[in-house]
């Protein structure tokens, strides 16, 4: 098997400017024959050259960054190469822990030892196989010019085209049919023969007797049918091994751990039978330890153990509530059903990973860890594991010898008794699933018909329909709350932002509104709110309203800072008025104004000069209108004695 395992070493796929370059490790039938450094377009080359079994890589981010580029990648890989990822596919690990599965250690700093890495575990089988494509090809015909818009002889032009597209296409459908394969065509027609053709074949890109050109009228395009999305595949059919916790009972509890005790499933139902909970367990990989919480191991357990002719374990003696959480608590678990049963499996775990600790260190490199440690779980010493791998490689090249039982041996009558019951417990478990099944359909028939009068009964019964109406109402002003409460949430963020703790020293908070419309104070109102002795910075005065000025006056606003650029818009009645309302009114001049969306700063000692200013002013205003309303009042006595006299 020849073997490309690459990494990255400097550049990016994404880069622009720096193209990348991969660390590039040969290795044929597990034995490295040659290291490189290579560009994309190199390493390409190489790989349509040699042909390899398996290309294999720890990230596919380091080929292609998006779906569609590795879609294309793909394209361009001989149908016989894999490309295999070896982190896994859809759930990824570190290499380092992959590599750590078969004893080997690399330094993750040099690019070519951990392209040696890759090359090696792949080698044991590890990893996914990235599959983009189904066994469907895609032959496409067209045309390699474009007749243009042409001259007098356009007619004759674009005749000779269609016509070659034509002939190319009639010669790949004999090819097709000569080699038997069975495919579909569609044609367009143009102006003396065809535009374009397309056949799409049931069989794989290799076996069909048809490559891609491209020279003079025609251009012949090979392309997969892509799946609506990319497949991972793991090229090593064994089963993961599995230790498995189970608390058995009305609620059924289970929980999976991997050999490196790992989570991989904790689950609970009250409707699980035992051949459930073995299918379940099956679809997970293979159990080799099945562990009970409690002393001895339920007999629903034991029948479970049996199916998987795995190895019990149980603890000494009961574990305790405190010692559960404890241990569960790591993990996370629904319901006591699911603790008990993680408590099971971690104790087992806990208990064989202490005895793999010393002979794990004896492995030698390159040796499947997980192998070795099934192996110990079930009653081998490491001299007879490893004998047996060598064994396993010997059969390849030699028929196994045929093995003659004595059958006045002591030990092949036990087993033979064993054999026994072990089948009269297959065939009662057997029958138990077919009566259990039975029953199954009955219950799922009487649960139909109570749905259905229990339906029946809802729709026509007035107090459901009207039960329903509130919950729809309740739903809807339930849905109206929280986009209120969203709103209040930022509102109390911004006003969070305006506080004098955030601010400058020597500054004012101001509140920014673009000019005194109705619609503008309502919106700043909404966002950060308008209280009392707040100062509002008024951006111009191209919309204002008597009414905006008494309402902002009610609501105890300290002053209206006006930008001083809107100085040449302020009419005098605009400042009667809000002398009228006693709001003072200021020109932001030398105030150093620093806006940050709804609010800012203006320096505190210009806004205090200019405010004294506005007071002086308006002790002015106050003392004129007190002095007319004198003079009125002299106007209407002298009248009113005017007219006593009279």
Same mark, same amino acid.
């Given at each position: 098997?020849?073997?490309?395992?690459?990494?990255?070493?400097?550049?990016?796929?994404?880069?622009?400017?720096?193209?990348?370059?991969?660390?590039?490790?040969?290795?044929?039938?597990?034995?490295?024959?040659?290291?490189?450094?290579?560009?994309?377009?190199?390493?390409?080359?190489?790989?349509?050259?040699?042909?390899?079994?398996?290309?294999?890589?720890?990230?596919?981010?380091?080929?292609?960054? =998006?779906?569609?580029?590795?879609?294309?990648?793909?394209?361009?890989?001989?149908?016989?190469?894999?490309?295999?990822?070896?982190?896994?596919?859809?759930?990824?690990?570190?290499?380092?822990?992959?590599?750590?599965?078969?004893?080997?250690?690399?330094? +993750?700093?040099?690019?070519?030892?951990?392209?040696?890495?890759?090359?090696?575990?792949?080698?044991?089988?590890?990893?996914?196989?990235?599959?983009? $494509?189904?066994?469907?090809?895609?032959?496409?015909?067209?045309?390699?010019?474009?007749?243009?818009?042409?001259?007098?002889?356009? !007619? +004759?032009?674009?005749?000779?085209?269609?016509?070659?597209?034509?002939?190319?296409?009639?010669?790949?459908?004999?090819?097709?049919?000569?080699?038997?394969?069975?495919?579909?065509?569609?044609?367009?027609?143009?102006?003396?023969?065809?535009?374009?053709?397309?056949? /799409?074949?049931?069989?794989?890109?290799?076996?069909?007797?048809? #490559?891609?050109?491209?020279?003079?009228?025609?251009?012949?395009?090979?392309?997969?049918?892509?799946?609506?999305?990319?497949?991972?595949?793991?090229?090593?059919?064994?089963?993961?091994?599995?230790?498995?916790?189970?608390?058995?009972?009305?609620?059924?509890?289970?929980?999976?751990?991997?050999?490196?005790?790992?989570?991989?499933?904790?689950?609970?139902?009250?409707?699980?039978?035992?051949?459930?909970?073995?299918?379940?367990?099956?679809?997970?990989?293979?159990?080799?330890?099945?562990?009970?919480?409690?002393?001895?191991?339920? $007999?629903?357990?034991?029948?479970?153990?049996?199916?998987?002719?795995?190895?019990?374990? #149980?603890?000494?003696?009961?574990?305790?509530? &405190?010692?559960?959480?404890?241990?569960?608590?790591?993990?996370?678990?629904? *319901?006591?059903?699911?603790?008990?049963?993680?408590?099971?499996?971690?104790?087992?775990?806990?208990?064989? *990973? =202490?005895?793999?600790?010393?002979?794990?260190?004896?492995?030698?490199?390159?040796?499947?860890?997980? &192998?070795?440690?099934?192996?110990?779980?079930?009653?081998?010493?490491?001299?007879?594991?490893?004998? %047996?791998? +060598?064994?396993?490689?010997?059969?390849?090249?030699?028929?196994?010898? &045929?093995?003659?039982?004595?059958?006045?041996?002591? +030990?092949?009558?036990? @087993?033979?008794?064993?054999?026994?019951?072990?089948?009269?417990?297959?065939?009662?478990?057997? !029958?138990?699933?077919?009566?259990?099944? /039975?029953?199954?359909?009955?219950?799922?028939?009487?649960?139909?018909?109570?749905?259905?009068?229990?339906?029946?009964?809802?729709?026509?019964?007035?107090?459901?329909?009207?039960?329903?109406?509130?919950?729809?109402? @309740?739903?809807?002003? @339930?849905?109206?709350? &929280?986009?209120? *409460?969203?709103?209040? /949430?930022?509102?109390?963020?911004?006003?969070?932002?305006?506080?004098?703790?955030?601010?400058?020293?020597?500054?004012?908070?101001?509140?920014?509104?673009?000019?005194?419309?109705?619609?503008?104070?309502?919106?700043?109102?909404?966002?950060? %709110?308008?209280?009392?002795?707040?100062?509002?910075?008024?951006?111009? @005065?191209?919309?204002?309203?008597?009414?905006?000025?008494?309402?902002?006056?009610?609501?105890?606003?300290?002053?209206?800072?006006?930008?001083?650029?809107?100085?040449?818009?302020?009419?005098?009645?605009?400042?009667?008025?809000?002398?009228?309302?006693?709001?003072?009114?200021?020109?932001?001049?030398?105030?150093?104004?620093?806006?940050?969306?709804?609010?800012?700063?203006?320096?505190?000692?210009?806004?205090?000069?200019?405010?004294?200013?506005? !007071?002086?002013?308006?002790?002015?205003?106050?003392?004129?209108?007190?002095?007319?309303?004198?003079?009125?009042?002299?106007?209407?006595?002298?009248?009113?004695?005017?007219?006593?006299?009279?």
């Amino acid at each position: 098997m020849l073997i490309f395992g690459i990494d990255l070493i400097t550049g990016s796929v994404r880069s622009r400017t720096v193209q990348p370059k991969y660390a590039l490790v040969i290795a044929k039938e597990g034995k490295i024959i040659r290291e490189l450094a290579v560009s994309l377009h190199r390493l390409i080359r190489l790989i349509h050259r040699d042909q390899p079994d398996i290309l294999a890589v720890d990230s596919v981010q380091e080929i292609a960054p =998006h779906t569609q580029d590795l879609y294309r990648f793909l394209e361009l890989l001989p149908s016989k190469t894999m490309f295999v990822v070896v982190t896994g596919g859809d759930r990824q690990t570190g290499l380092i822990q992959v590599a750590a599965r078969y004893n080997i250690s690399f330094d +993750r700093f040099d690019p070519f030892a951990e392209a040696r890495a890759i090359a090696e575990v792949a080698h044991h089988g590890a990893g996914s196989q990235v599959v983009a $494509f189904e066994k469907e090809t895609e032959i496409t015909i067209t045309r390699n010019r474009s007749p243009g818009k042409g001259g007098w002889s356009q !007619n +004759r032009y674009a005749r000779k085209i269609h016509g070659n597209v034509l002939r190319y296409a009639r010669e790949v459908e004999h090819d097709l049919q000569s080699s038997g394969l069975s495919f579909w065509k569609k044609e367009y027609k143009a102006f003396g023969g065809v535009s374009r053709v397309s056949f /799409h074949v049931r069989e794989k890109r290799d076996l069909i007797p048809v #490559t891609s050109s491209r020279g003079g009228d025609v251009q012949i395009r090979l392309s997969g049918k892509r799946l609506d999305r990319i497949q991972y595949r793991p090229i090593s059919a064994r089963p993961k091994y599995l230790i498995v916790g189970i608390d058995p009972g009305t609620t059924i509890g289970i929980a999976v751990l991997d050999l490196n005790g790992e989570l991989i499933k904790v689950h609970s139902s009250r409707q699980m039978t035992m051949g459930d909970v073995t299918e379940f367990l099956w679809s997970l990989g293979k159990p080799l330890i099945i562990a009970s919480d409690v002393v001895p191991m339920p $007999f629903s357990v034991e029948k479970i153990r049996r199916a998987f002719q795995a190895t019990p374990h #149980t603890p000494k003696t009961d574990i305790s509530v &405190e010692t559960k959480y404890e241990l569960a608590g790591k993990f996370g678990y629904g *319901n006591d059903h699911e603790r008990d049963a993680l408590t099971a499996a971690i104790e087992a775990y806990r208990f064989w *990973n =202490h005895k793999f600790t010393g002979i794990l260190k004896r492995v030698p490199y390159g040796v499947d860890l997980e &192998e070795v440690k099934a192996g110990i779980i079930r009653g081998q010493s490491l001299e007879q594991i490893l004998a %047996g791998k +060598r064994d396993t490689v010997r059969s390849t090249e030699e028929k196994k010898p &045929e093995v003659i039982l004595d059958s006045s041996d002591e +030990r092949v009558r036990i @087993l033979d008794g064993k054999v026994k019951d072990l089948r009269l417990l297959v065939a009662d478990l057997q !029958n138990e699933i077919t009566s259990l099944k /039975h029953e199954n359909k009955t219950l799922s028939r009487r649960i139909t018909g109570l749905k259905t009068e229990r339906d029946k009964g809802i729709n026509i019964d007035p107090a459901i329909i009207k039960r329903d109406q509130i919950i729809a109402n @309740l739903r809807h002003r @339930l849905k109206q709350e &929280e986009k209120n *409460n969203k709103k209040l /949430h930022k509102r109390l963020k911004r006003l969070k932002e305006t506080t004098d703790e955030e601010r400058p020293q020597g500054t004012r908070v101001v509140k920014v509104i673009a000019d005194l419309s109705r619609d503008n104070v309502r919106l700043l109102s909404e966002r950060v %709110g308008i209280i009392k002795d707040d100062i509002l910075y008024v951006k111009s @005065l191209s919309a204002w309203g008597k009414g905006i000025v008494h309402d902002l006056a009610k609501a105890g606003v300290e002053s209206v800072i006006l930008n001083e650029k809107s100085a040449e818009t302020l009419s005098n009645e605009l400042k009667d008025i809000f002398l009228e309302e006693g709001l003072p009114l200021v020109l932001s001049r030398d105030m150093h104004i620093q806006v940050k969306g709804d609010v800012g700063t203006c320096d505190e000692e210009p806004y205090a000069d200019a405010l004294d200013s506005w !007071n002086d002013d308006y002790q002015q205003y106050l003392k004129g209108k007190s002095e007319m309303m004198l003079d009125d009042l002299m106007k209407e006595y002298i009248a009113e004695r005017e007219r006593k006299v009279k």
